[in-house]
């Protein structure tokens, strides 16, 4: 079982930035694969980025590509979304998943759409123009 915990989020002017973090515990081969997802009011929930740690790869949808950054600690129990020059398109709330997949080409955004996996409960991210 694995366990997702966001935190970080909040309000900020268009233009500032924000660090989003999960702490994830549980068994570690259900979460090589980590995932950020955003939800906006009447929205559906969509990938933003992801990671998968062995190999150092990272997928980003266009819309946040060059402003935000997703790593993780090496012990990989913490995942960072590193949110810079926000727009007031990013509000919405922004989730932690994880997943279990035998290569990172499972992590890529052609996957982004099943919903299996783990989910946290999610963190409010407003940006103010």
């Known amino acids: 079982h694995v366990q997702l915990v966001e935190s970080g989020g909040g309000s900020v002017q268009a233009g500032g930035s924000l660090r989003l973090s999960c702490s994830a515990s549980g068994y570690i081969r259900a979460r090589n694969c980590m995932l950020w997802f955003r939800q906006a009011s009447g929205g559906k929930r969509d990938g933003v980025a992801s990671i998968y740690p062995s190999r150092g790869t990272t997928f980003y949808d266009d819309s946040v590509k060059g402003r935000f950054t997703i790593s993780q600690d090496n012990a990989q129990n913490t995942l960072y979304l590193q949110m810079d020059n926000l727009k007031p398109e990013d509000t919405a709330v922004y989730y932690c998943?994880?997943?279990?997949?035998?290569?990172?080409?499972?992590?890529?955004?052609?996957?982004?759409?099943?919903?299996?996996?783990?989910w946290g409960p999610g963190t409010q991210v407003t940006v103010s123009s």
């Open positions: 998943s994880a997943r279990g997949v035998p290569s990172d080409s499972l992590c890529s955004p052609d996957h982004w759409g099943s919903d299996v996996g783990y």
